[in-house]
């Protein structure tokens, strides 16, 4: 009976390992669907007939009682749309990316105990192959499911695909893949280490909500309202009478010049002084990149994932801001420290999932 056994789970060797990889694809396929219909709900119900009118618009936006990062995020979003011929796929992508975060994580961990030498069938060397293709056909397939769906989304909404768009794509996608290789091979090591599934389950779980509450820790304790700004400068009446006419068109007299030139010049000092606090509160909560993978996906995501400024947080304010689309070097420029750790940190976990495990001894 033995014997029928093993040879049932030697032919059926493939079987699992790709069960594993069909049940991981069409979950993700599942959850993108339902991330984009639910992120992207505005754009299908008919916001590209306001856009196609062409009409003038001006960003206008609140500070809100939250972090630096969720308002500089909600200004980017708002930034994006006032043309969304050039970024619609770009917001698409940037659309999933939260869902992303969350849910690549858990679903490595869950895909790496599924292939782990616990479960499914006896250690052989056809099983092991068979497994270690499953996991590099997962790895592939992550990032080819979710460009196939940036590539649908485009045919929906019926915009370009520019090619300084599918640049940054590509390159957000190669992170996808090192993202979730990362929590694929601490999968395999936390499996390694521990000599029963149910053990390997509960850390994995365990792993999961300790970095989801890091990750949602930072709104908590880094949000800040409009107090820690400084204060709007006044506006004379000679100034908004001149500035603000009901016809829309200024009309300065020679006797408000000065006064319009030093209010002009309070403004221009203002938004420095905004943008230099908002600035230095932004890299403060960068510090909790170094405990979240979430978070430092989410800000590689964030900065890849437009075409308009060289570093978000321009969007506040920047002498240096003009016309011309920041290369990709410059976009890559402000965020080596998250790439470089995101890469660290998959190397690290392949390394460490690639070391045999020590064998129990004999009293144990």
Request: overall charge positive; charged content about 15%.
């Amino acid at each position: 009976m033995r014997g029928r056994w093993r040879r049932f789970f030697h032919t059926c060797g493939w079987t699992v390992p790709l069960l594993v990889v069909l049940l991981c694809s069409a979950l993700l396929s599942g959850l993108l669907v339902l991330a984009a219909q639910h992120a992207n709900a505005s754009m299908r119900s008919g916001f590209w007939d306001a856009n196609n009118a062409k009409q003038d618009a001006l960003l206008v936006g609140s500070w809100a009682f939250t972090s630096a990062h969720s308002n500089i995020e909600s200004l980017m979003v708002d930034l994006q749309q006032l043309n969304l011929d050039d970024n619609a796929l770009l917001l698409v992508a940037r659309s999933v990316s939260r869902s992303l975060a969350l849910i690549l994580p858990l679903l490595a961990l869950l895909a790496a105990l599924a292939l782990s030498q616990h479960v499914s069938f006896p250690t052989t060397s056809y099983s092991t192959r068979s497994r270690a293709v499953a996991r590099g056909i997962l790895n592939l397939a992550i990032p080819l499911l979710m460009g196939l769906a940036l590539v649908i989304e485009s045919r929906i909404l019926k915009v370009p695909l520019p090619v300084n768009q599918w640049s940054r794509v590509l390159v957000w996608l190669g992170f996808i893949a090192a993202y979730f290789a990362a929590f694929s091979f601490l999968g395999i090591w936390i499996s390694r280490r521990t000599h029963h599934i149910k053990t390997a389950v509960w850390i994995s779980l365990s792993l999961f909500v300790a970095l989801f509450m890091i990750q949602s820790s930072r709104e908590l304790i880094m949000r800040f309202d409009g107090s820690y700004l400084p204060p709007v400068p006044d506006l004379p009446t000679e100034v908004r009478l001149s500035l603000f006419r009901p016809s829309g068109t200024p009309s300065v007299t020679p006797d408000r010049e000065e006064m319009v030139a030093e209010y002009l010049a309070a403004v221009d000092a203002y938004s420095e002084s905004v943008y230099a606090v908002v600035q230095h509160r932004y890299n403060l909560e960068r510090w909790w990149h170094v405990l979240s993978p979430q978070l430092s996906f989410l800000e590689v995501s964030g900065q890849l994932l437009q075409a308009e400024l060289a570093g978000t947080v321009d969007v506040l304010y920047s002498s240096e801001r003009g016309d011309k689309v920041p290369s990709l070097l410059a976009l890559m420029s402000t965020i080596w420290q998250e790439t470089a750790w995101l890469l660290l940190l998959c190397a690290l976990a392949g390394w460490a999932s690639r070391r045999p495990a020590r064998k129990r001894s004999a009293s144990s």
